[in-house]
């Protein structure tokens, strides 16, 4: 599903209360629970919220491509990328606060002064993929929605609001699918019973169904709960890269 122009006052508006959840549960933690893990192996909540810090930033960099339309590569390198997240972990609370808060406030900013023309301006991912700028919005709100999950502070994917997951979910089934090219997996489908949304993974046809709320559908393809909410026969998925 690609954004258009006239979506995005509606979309940052949804960053900017996903942020508002976000920046709330951060304020709730202390100088202990940043320091403990987080739901990503061999993270801390710390690596979590300097990657949200650093991501906000990057963010920026495709904004200002945009809107200077000179290139500005989302990170430097991966090298750096990786770098600023692992020294930016060990800070205490009030600089990890503080640095979210800013580096939230700066992209969001940005992003709402941007003109119709620069929203359809051409940038490219840290991986290398052309998107036109009006894509940006939908990436950071992926980043704070998923990664406020992966706090592991209380958030959970049933606190997602219906229409992120109305969007991820069908986005991580053909992901997933395309992911299964290289990954020996039995086609299946999923059924979510709250929204009637249905998917196939693989190759058609599913050999089985499986079946939950979409949010947690949402959550077990994206490889952040173990689908024990769900009913079916539920098989190794390969790992996102």
């Not at 998923?146 to 609001?161: E, T």
């Not at 290289?182 to 499986?210: K, Q, R, V």
């Amino acid at each position: 599903m690609t954004t258009t122009v006239s979506q995005i006052p509606g979309q940052l508006d949804g960053v900017a209360a996903a942020t508002t959840r976000l920046l709330d549960t951060i304020r709730g933690l202390d100088e202990r629970a940043i320091a403990e893990p987080s739901l990503l192996p061999g993270w801390t909540r710390g690596h979590v919220l300097s990657h949200l810090a650093r991501n906000a930033d990057s963010l920026l960099n495709l904004l200002l491509w945009a809107h200077t339309g000179v290139e500005i590569p989302q990170y430097a390198s991966s090298f750096l990328r990786d770098h600023d997240i692992e020294a930016g972990a060990a800070r205490p609370h009030n600089e990890q606060l503080a640095d979210n808060e800013a580096a939230a406030t700066r992209w969001l900013g940005l992003a709402r002064s941007l003109t119709d023309d620069t929203w359809q301006a051409r940038v490219r991912t840290r991986q290398g993929r052309p998107i036109p700028a009006s894509e940006v919005p939908w990436m950071r709100l992926q980043e704070v929605e998923i990664h406020h999950v992966d706090l592991n502070a209380g958030y959970q994917p049933s606190d997602w609001p219906a229409p992120f997951v109305a969007r991820i979910l069908p986005r991580a089934a053909e992901d997933l699918t395309h992911l299964t090219a290289d990954f020996p997996l039995e086609s299946f489908a999923i059924h979510a019973a709250d929204t009637g949304f249905t998917a196939t993974i693989g190759a058609s046809p599913a050999t089985h169904t499986i079946t939950g709320p979409a949010a947690s559908l949402a959550a077990w393809l994206l490889g952040r709960r173990p689908g024990s909410d769900l009913t079916g026969e539920l098989p190794t998925l390969p790992a996102w890269k």
